[in-house]
T-cell receptor, first 114, second 112 residues
Framework: GESVGLHLPTLSVQEGDNSIINCAYSNSASDYFIWYKQESGKGPQFIIDIRSNMDKRQGQRVTVLLNKTVKHLSLQIAATQPGDSAVYFCAENSGGTSYGKLTFGQGTILTVHP | NAGVTQTPKFQVLKTGQSMTLQCAQD?????MYWYRQDPGMGLRLIYY???????DKGEVPNGYNVSRLNKREFSLRLESAAPSQTSVYFC???????????FGSGTQLSVL
């Protein structure tokens, strides 16, 4: 079946740098994408979402970019802080018979060094 | 505003024992979900409830049952626990099916 995957399982950055976390998806019918942050021992926390009729969406220090041509999603974190250290998941809503049932990627571990 | 509340936070069972994981949300959401999270497997959907009075199987429903008790509460039951059910379980809710999920803090379950 189709699934969401991540290019890089780990990412280490210095405090203050910008971080980019990537996600590839294979289902061209997916119309809604979400980024979650999960800190150790906690549940996933919503960061930002984007629908397929958009290419870019910005939040506070975060930007999500969607490239439907190559089926690629990225999360950009500006001025990364130690508190940003966590596992980041992308999720997609595939639509059709899978509508409403988000498919999650494996996750990328982001480590921010002071 | 507590969001999604799960109990218990930790549980150890022996093979064959039964238990129920409780979940409640106070956001007036229509849809609720149960996921399990295993290392290297990501989050996998066990069951979901699109609205009060309905439940449907997700990706990995075998060995589980659910009850949507009312709009606020959605429980997950393990009738006869197996070691393969050792996992972290998350309850989530969304305003409607297909909308962004809000997760509880999880239940870490070990089956010996």
């Amino acid at each position: 079946g189709e699934s969401v995957g991540l290019h890089l399982p780990t990412l280490s950055v210095q405090e203050g740098d910008n971080s980019i976390i990537n996600c590839a998806y294979s289902n061209s019918a997916s119309d809604y994408f979400i980024w979650y942050k999960q800190e150790s021992g906690k549940g996933p926390q919503f960061i930002i979402d984007i629908r397929s009729n958009m290419d870019k969406r910005q939040g506070q220090r975060v930007t999500v970019l969607l490239n439907k041509t190559v089926k690629h999603l990225s999360l950009q974190i500006a001025a990364t802080q130690p508190g940003d250290s966590a596992v980041y998941f992308c999720a997609e809503n595939s639509g059709g018979t899978s509508y409403g049932k988000l498919t999650f990627g494996q996750g990328t571990i982001l480590t921010v060094h002071p | 505003n507590a969001g999604v509340t799960q109990t218990p936070k930790f549980q150890v069972l022996k093979t064959g024992q039964s238990m129920t994981l409780q979940c409640a949300q106070d956001m007036n959401h229509n849809s609720m979900y149960w996921y399990r999270q295993d290392p290297g497997m990501g989050l996998r959907l066990i069951y979901y409830s699109a609205s009060e009075g309905t439940t449907d199987k997700g990706e990995v429903p075998n060995g589980y049952n659910v009850s949507r008790l009312n709009k606020r509460e959605f429980s997950l039951r393990l009738e006869s626990a197996a070691p393969s059910q050792t996992s972290v379980y998350f309850c989530a809710s969304s305003l409607d099916l297909g909308e962004k999920l809000f997760f509880g803090s999880g239940t870490q379950l070990s089956v010996l």
